[in-house]
């Protein structure tokens, strides 16, 4: 899939998986309850954040490593725990930027199909294709997780399995609880998706101790800056708030489903605050992209084989699903 940067407008963005139900006053709190000096160089490791985030999880502090967006922890990972003998495995279609890590760090990176429903192949040969697997979980754009027992199967299998959450929040699935057994497993996270701070680019990463000293000794110091610590810090306080947005989200996200699958799409089951659905027959993908653009509303659409006959839709509050729903009555 070519990576593009659609431009931004006044359009209604329901192509980016940004949380749109979180409510102005989570926001306008955040801005309130944050101080930092702008005179004085941030922590170095994130320290009072990585706290915190260790009391989030129920993990020790050594188990937490904090970086300037979930991008970056990919990347140090690749550069830290990747050998420049081994081979990075990726499932496709997934999350485009993995393959990047690997070139950028000069590792061979293994492309793995994933099948024609988007679940993953039956096996992978770990002798002669790949040793490291990088897995996004709940996949994007599918919005399917990757069970317990595959993960369990790939953490007995591969010399480290590192699985992309960035839509953690929305999913039923809980993989915190194999850092306990497995320390070949990294968990990646980020406050730009269920958090709705996609601006601050803070994202963290979950893994053993002895892991957890060795990424600091690779990553930039100062990476994530104060005030993206501190809006971090205070939406951590406001959970509760994030928690009933996602509640929100699957409900109307449930809703949507339905109301697509009515129209003649073929949305995928989903654990994310997205829908990936295939189009009806009878229209063209880009006369709908471009409809649904005159009318303020933008989609993804792929130039990808596997996905040209698909968008992806994110799930937006009840009012903004009406009027997408209203829209897509009309063009059909």
């Known amino acids: 899939m070519g990576i593009s940067y659609p431009e931004r407008g006044s359009e209604i963005p329901l192509d980016s998986n940004e949380n749109l139900l979180l409510p102005d006053d989570y926001y306008r709190e955040i801005k309130d309850d944050i101080d930092f000096d702008l005179r004085k160089y941030p922590s170095p490791t994130s320290s009072e954040l990585k706290r ?30 990747v050998s420049k003998n081994g081979r990075l495995g990726y499932f496709h279609p997934s999350y485009e930027m993995y393959p990047f890590f690997a070139s950028r760090n000069d590792r061979k990176s293994v ?53 992309d959450e960035a839509y953690a929040e929305y999913s039923k699935e809980d993989n915190i609880s194999f850092l306990e057994d497995y320390d070949n497993l990294i968990l990646v996270r980020t406050f730009s998706k269920a958090w709705g701070l996609a601006g601050i680019r803070v994202g963290y990463g979950l893994m053993s101790a002895e892991k957890g000293v060795e990424y600091l000794e690779n990553m930039l110091p100062y990476s994530v800056n104060s005030m993206s610590s501190a809006v971090a810090l205070s939406a951590l306080d406001k959970k509760s708030q994030m928690k009933k947005s996602i509640e929100k989200t699957i409900e109307e996200r449930e809703r949507l489903s339905e109301r697509l699958e009515d129209m003649g799409f073929n949305p995928f089951p989903s654990e994310t605050n997205f829908l990936l659905c295939k189009k009806p027959a009878f229209i063209d993908i880009t006369s709908l992209y471009q409809e649904l653009l005159e009318r303020g509303v933008r989609i993804r659409t792929f130039e990808e084989l596997k996905l040209k006959d698909h968008v992806r839709i994110t799930v937006a509050d009840k009012e903004t699903n009406n009027y997408l729903i209203e829209q897509l009555e009309e063009i059909l």
Do not use: W
């Open 111 to 163: 492309e793995i199909p994933l099948k024609a429903d988007f679940t993953m192949p039956t096996t992978i040969d770990f002798s002669t294709e790949v040793d490291t697997i990088f897995i996004c979980s709940p996949n994007n754009p599918s919005g399917l997780t990757v069970n317990r027992e595959k993960i369990v199967s790939l953490l007995e299998k591969a010399e480290l399995v590192v699985i």
């Open 52 to 81: 915190a985030l260790a009391d989030y999880h129920d993990l020790n502090q050594e188990q937490v490593v904090i970086d300037n967006g979930s991008d970056a922890i990919l990347d140090t990972v690749c550069k830290t725990f």
